[in-house]
């Protein structure tokens, strides 16, 4: 593995994927970092003098999921290493840096941004400056996985046929943006509260959409950008919260554009050039979302699910479940 190159500031190590079990036990987590913490992930802990860092791991099949949040207290310089080779799906959540990749130079990650990067065993630089604060999210695939994950779920078919550069650096030109609904994603994954079989299809199927979404994005990235009128952007956050909020009611493409006064298919459109889903693919990911919800945390029969989520017909649901989330409906059920 490559050493990293000396600098004056001082240097700290940040995993980006790692084989090692050296745990931080949950109680040895200072109080104020307790509200961040995943139940069914691993924690890593550090802090000296100079920073704080709390990173959270969990695998899931395919996936190992990853959580870094950042406070530096003085000047450092981390250095991102894997202990393998990887493909990481990269979301500067929040804060930014310019990171120093070996074989490849500078690359700024930015706020807001999403990167699929190949990276090698080796180690990165990322400085940050004394007083700022960093969250970083991403998932992490074996590249010899790609293939397979490409044949299981079609979407990712163009992502697994990817060329792969010898060294480490970005598989895109540019990066693309954090939309609204990959932030929703991110957010129901580090608010998950549950654990074991249940924590695990969750939050497989929530990697899987901010891949798919990433797909997305990647598929249309050579078109040039559509441009929409602030009253449109507004119109398109409202309508986001707005099928959030009405999870127990059928989608209604005409209804929702008549609230908003415009027309349908202008909404469409520039619903899914922006966030790189359909109004109903949203749809479904919010009901099937709340759907999980309740058969986790309440002891509501299948049908009154169904119900909730607009779908009358019990066997029609139970089939929908266990194909969104790969699973049997009997054993989500039973796993908490």
């Keep these: 593995?490559?050493?990293?190159?000396?600098?004056?500031?001082?240097?700290?190590?940040?995993?980006?994927?790692?084989?090692?079990?050296?745990?931080?036990?949950?109680?040895?987590?200072?109080?104020?970092?307790?509200?961040?913490?995943?139940?069914?992930?691993?924690?890593?802990?550090?802090?000296?003098?100079?920073?704080?860092?709390?990173?959270?791991?969990?695998?899931?099949?395919?996936?190992?999921?990853?959580?870094?949040e950042i406070f530096a207290m003085e000047a450092i310089n981390l250095l991102p290493v894997t202990c393998k080779e990887i493909v990481a799906l990269h979301f500067m959540a929040h804060g930014g840096t310019k990171a120093e990749i070996a074989q490849t130079g500078s690359y700024p990650l930015n706020g807001k941004e999403v990167v699929l990067f190949?990276?090698?065993?080796?180690?990165?630089?990322?400085?940050?400056?004394?007083?700022?604060?960093?969250?970083?999210?991403?998932?992490n695939v074996l590249p010899a996985d790609l293939p397979k994950l490409g044949e299981k779920?079609?979407?990712?078919?163009?992502?697994?046929?990817?060329?792969?550069?010898?060294?480490s650096g970005p598989l895109q030109d540019k990066p693309y943006k954090i939309n609204l609904v990959c932030n929703y994603l991110i957010k129901e994954i580090t608010d998950c509260k549950y654990i074991e079989q249940a924590a695990e299809k969750f939050?497989?199927?929530?990697?899987l959409d901010l891949f798919i979404n990433f797909a997305n994005q990647d598929k249309i990235a050579h078109l040039p950008n559509i441009y929409y009128s602030d009253e449109m952007k507004a119109t398109l956050v409202d309508t986001v919260e707005y099928i959030k909020e009405t999870v127990e009611e059928p989608f209604n493409l005409a209804k929702i554009a008549y609230h908003f006064d415009v027309k349908a298919q202008e909404l469409r459109a520039a619903f899914e050039n922006t966030y790189q889903i359909t109004m109903e693919e949203f749809d479904l990911q919010r009901k099937m979302i709340h759907a999980f919800?309740?058969?986790?945390?309440?002891?509501?029969?299948?049908?009154?699910?169904?119900?909730?989520?607009?779908?009358?017909?019990?066997?029609?649901?139970?089939?929908?479940?266990?194909?969104?989330?790969?699973?049997?409906?009997?054993?989500?059920?039973?796993?908490?």
Aim: proline share 6%; glycine share 2%.
């Design 1 to 68: 593995m490559a050493r990293p190159r000396k600098t004056t500031l001082p240097e700290k190590i940040l995993k980006i994927e790692t084989e090692s079990c050296n745990f931080t036990p949950v109680d040895q987590i200072p109080e104020e970092y307790q509200h961040l913490l995943i139940p069914a992930a691993k924690v890593f802990f550090t802090r000296d003098y100079d920073f704080d860092m709390v990173c959270q791991c969990i695998r899931l099949g395919f996936f190992s999921i990853w959580t870094h």
């Design 153 to 167: 779920h079609p979407e990712l078919a163009q992502l697994a046929k990817k060329e792969l550069i010898p060294g």
């Design 293 to 336: 919800d309740m058969t986790v945390a309440t002891k509501a029969t299948p049908e009154e699910i169904g119900n909730a989520i607009c779908i009358r017909d019990t066997k029609q649901f139970i089939n929908l479940f266990e194909s969104y989330f790969d699973c049997s409906f009997i054993r989500v059920r039973n796993a908490q």
């Design 203 to 207: 939050l497989y199927r929530c990697a």
């Design 118 to 139: 190949k990276l090698n065993a080796q180690f990165n630089e990322a400085p940050m400056k004394r007083g700022d604060e960093m969250f970083s999210f991403h998932i």
